[in-house]
């Protein structure tokens, strides 16, 4: 039971710091919208989770995990432009601007699975006495 319990906050927590680094190189992309020769860069989500958590086939794009500092390194790719520009920068912020709150709103589905998780071990380790 215990084990099942770790398996799954563990399953969390790495899809939880996947997201942060996901968020991170998006404002980084976006952050960068007008410089000159910029190559906007994301990663493919569901292969790094694959790969971090070790659950299924993780080979393709993005299949590549590093732990470097502390924090997950994916294999990043570059966006593909939808359009040329003249500059060379390939950040797209119609493309940005939705990944960024779609990535936002899986972070905070993320956090509120931790939190479901965490609440019902509680109530689980609660005496019937203290309810």
Do not use: C, W
């Not at 972070?107 to 019902?120: A, D, H, K, Q």
Request: zero cysteines.
């Amino acid at each position: 039971m215990i084990a099942r319990l770790t398996e799954s906050l563990d399953f969390h927590s790495q899809a939880l710091m996947l997201r942060a680094e996901r968020q991170r190189l998006i404002a980084s992309n976006i952050a960068n919208a007008d410089t000159p020769g910029y190559q906007a860069r994301d990663f493919d989500f569901a292969a790094a989770l694959r790969a971090a958590t070790g659950n299924g086939n993780a080979k393709g794009i993005g299949a590549d995990i590093m732990h470097t500092g502390g924090r997950l390194s994916p294999t990043l790719r570059y966006a593909v432009p939808s359009q040329t520009n003249l500059d060379s920068n390939t950040v797209d912020m119609d493309r940005e601007r939705g990944a960024f709150a779609d990535n936002a709103v899986k972070y905070e589905s993320t956090l509120r699975f931790i939190n479901g998780s965490v609440r019902t071990m509680l109530d689980a380790m609660k005496s019937h006495h203290q309810a």
